[in-house]
């Protein structure tokens, strides 16, 4: 302690740049790793925070909602299945909406025929929707009182839902998304295709009866219909395509930060003991153990790294206190910040070990040459 | 009685083996009383370094038992040494003494610090710390970097680390070689005085003849072999 704080105190430059540049290290893996679950959120936040702990699409659906086709049959032999609770058909589509008359935007419009499955499971503000026409909407986007027109084309009639509600973290597809009833969003069709026939069911929504685990009861369903691919709630926003890709992506750039962190710590500590390397094997020649001037690297090491871990948190926290950047939620969370700030830690020490090896291979000898390690 | 300084007897250090064989020291027998001053001189190579080494204990002998204030370091392991080196034996390299980033006073504690939680004695090394500035004369000096020290001043910094310890020996290895002549002489004579005043025996690793009327003894050594 007494080396290594002494030490600290007289090069506070040199170790706060090294604290400094571990800290914007931790943001920058914080800040992406925010980026990540935002980017996830938004694309799969509707699936993941639905009231339904089980999510039926069609087998060539590739498990989103818009791409499946659920069949009267599949609907049939779900309802079937022992277990079964209660089952919501659903419809999810795209949409070109104008909200309060303002200008034309995207927006996925997702209805089912029971409020209480495929909607959201807690509400941020306002009621949950209960009339034909009513709509809860994701709050980064929508706010309660909002009247959104969907934009006719054809001989179509327009259509106006009215958010009454909204809920945190329930994008689809990285859109504002709004929930409502089947008629509203089969109105909603037809409103932009006059001409189609039927509006069919993208998928289903199915609540297990008491004591029935939702993992079970999707193989049930896959066993029991054949064409149909049913997965627990969490499959469901793990699986969506994209999200797979989208973790790939990230854990590539973390890789990267995990092996920058012990190169840049290591470097620089290895590059301080041996610019102290006359010091080292003087203090090893009057009688250091090596216990003790192995001990004093660390303690830098630690000290120096965890104050970079304050700084990057505190960045992270700032940055992220807004909620939002841009229209991706970006939040702070503590766990994450702990669980980075701890792995920096160990990341810091594996990369001070060739410091220390050359530590444990000082000859005390040296000093009456006054050679170094 | 009271036990010698040191006391070397039949100390051999030889470095290779067969015909690569060097005998870097070999010596039959040589004693230091407690507080008795040594100017141990010879040319370069001839085994003083290796000598002061052993004497020590940062070299161990091939052959033959060195005593240190009565007590044998001959079959200490290196840990042993290391404590050893940091509770009886005080050390004035010829280069590098003090460590950059400590002051004055900080570089007489390290001494204290060296040895973990277990040996610190705090409060009584605090208090030796200074007592040793003000004796040196460097008591204004004590809150500087070795930066901010004359060379005089940096070694007498070191003269007073080496004494830290209230060891029974300190080593000096030509401790007048970075000094003109006039701090050389100044230098000797603090050595003289500090060691004298404590009873606390010395030997002075030197080329320079005009120091050794300081020493109380001159011990010449030639070849690894003490000649007088």
């Not at chain 1, 659920?70 to 299945?81: G, P, Q, Y």
């Not at chain 1, 993208?202 to 004591?211: K, Q, S």
């Not at chain 2, 940091?86 to 001494?111: I, S």
């Not at chain 2, 040196?136 to 005089?152: I, P, Q, Y």
Request: net charge negative; charged share 20%; with cysteine.
């Amino acid at each position: 302690m007494f080396l290594a704080f002494h030490e600290i105190r007289r090069g506070p430059v040199r170790f706060s740049l090294l604290a400094l540049a571990i800290g914007l290290l931790l943001f920058l893996v914080l800040f992406q790793q925010a980026i990540q679950n935002g980017l996830i959120t938004s694309f799969v936040g509707a699936l993941r925070n639905q009231s339904a702990p089980v999510v039926v699409f069609s087998l060539d659906g590739q498990r989103t909602l818009q791409g499946s086709t659920v069949s009267d049959d599949i609907d049939a032999k779900v309802r079937e299945v022992e277990g079964v609770d209660a089952v919501a058909r659903a419809g999810q589509g795209t949409f070109t909406v104008t909200i309060g008359g303002g200008d034309a935007t995207d927006a996925s419009i997702l209805g089912t025929d029971d409020p209480g499955l495929g909607r959201p499971s807690e509400l941020s503000g306002g009621r949950r929707a209960e009339a034909e026409g009513e709509a809860v909407g994701s709050e980064a986007d929508f706010e309660v009182g909002d009247e959104v027109s969907v934009v006719a084309s054809g001989d179509g009639e327009a259509v106006v839902l009215t958010v009454v509600g909204v809920a945190r973290d329930v994008q689809l597809s990285v859109e504002p998304t709004l929930f409502t009833d089947l008629a509203t969003y089969e109105a909603s069709v037809r409103a932009v295709n006059p001409q189609a026939p039927v509006v069919p069911v993208n998928g289903l929504f199915v609540r297990p009866a008491d004591g029935v685990d939702p993992a079970e009861l999707a193989d049930r369903i896959n066993e029991a219909a054949p064409d149909a691919d049913a997965v627990t709630r969490e499959e469901a926003a793990r699986t969506a395509p994209g999200v797979a890709q989208i973790r790939q992506s990230f854990q590539i750039i973390f890789a990267l930060y995990g092996m920058v962190v012990p190169l840049v710590t290591g470097l620089f500590f290895l590059i301080v003991t041996l610019q102290k390397a006359r010091s080292l094997t003087l203090l090893r020649a009057i009688g250091a153990r090596t216990g003790v001037l192995a001990t004093a690297l660390v303690t830098q090491v630690l000290a120096v790294t965890f104050l970079g871990v304050i700084v990057g948190i505190g960045l992270y926290r700032l940055v992220t206190s807004g909620g939002e950047l841009s229209s991706l939620t970006v939040r702070f969370d503590p766990a994450l910040a702990i669980g980075w700030g701890i792995g920096f830690l160990v990341l810091a020490v594996v990369g001070s070990l060739a410091s220390l090896r050359r530590v444990l291979r000082i000859d005390p000898m040296d000093a009456t040459t006054g050679a170094g390690t | 009685m009271t036990d010698p300084a040191l006391q070397m007897t039949g100390v051999r250090k030889v470095y290779g083996s067969g015909d690569q064989e060097v005998v870097a020291l070999d010596c039959d027998e040589l004693t230091i009383a407690e507080d008795e001053i040594v100017a141990l001189v010879g040319p370069s190579g001839s085994g003083k370094t290796t000598l002061c080494s052993i004497a020590g204990g940062l070299l161990q002998a091939t052959e033959g038992t060195v005593e240190v204030g009565g007590r044998d370091i001959t079959e200490l392991s290196a840990s042993e040494l290391t404590d050893f080196r940091r509770t009886a034996v005080g050390f004035v390299f010829q280069t590098v003494n003090l460590v950059p980033f400590l002051t004055a006073r900080e570089n007489l504690l390290v001494v204290d610090e060296l040895g973990g939680r277990r040996s610190r004695n705090g409060a009584k090394a605090k208090e030796r710390a200074d007592q040793l500035l003000d004796e040196l004369g460097l008591t204004d000096r004590a809150g500087n970097l070795s930066s901010e020290l004359s060379g005089g001043q940096r070694q007498r910094v070191a003269i007073g680390r080496a004494l830290m310890n209230d060891p029974a020996l300190v080593l000096f290895d030509e401790p007048t070689s970075a000094l003109d002549s006039k701090l050389g002489d100044q230098v000797v004579k603090l050595i003289r005085d500090e060691m004298k005043s404590r009873g606390t025996a010395a030997i002075i690793v030197t080329h320079d003849d005009r120091i050794t009327h300081y020493a109380d003894r001159t011990v010449h050594i030639e070849d690894g072999r003490i000649t007088d």
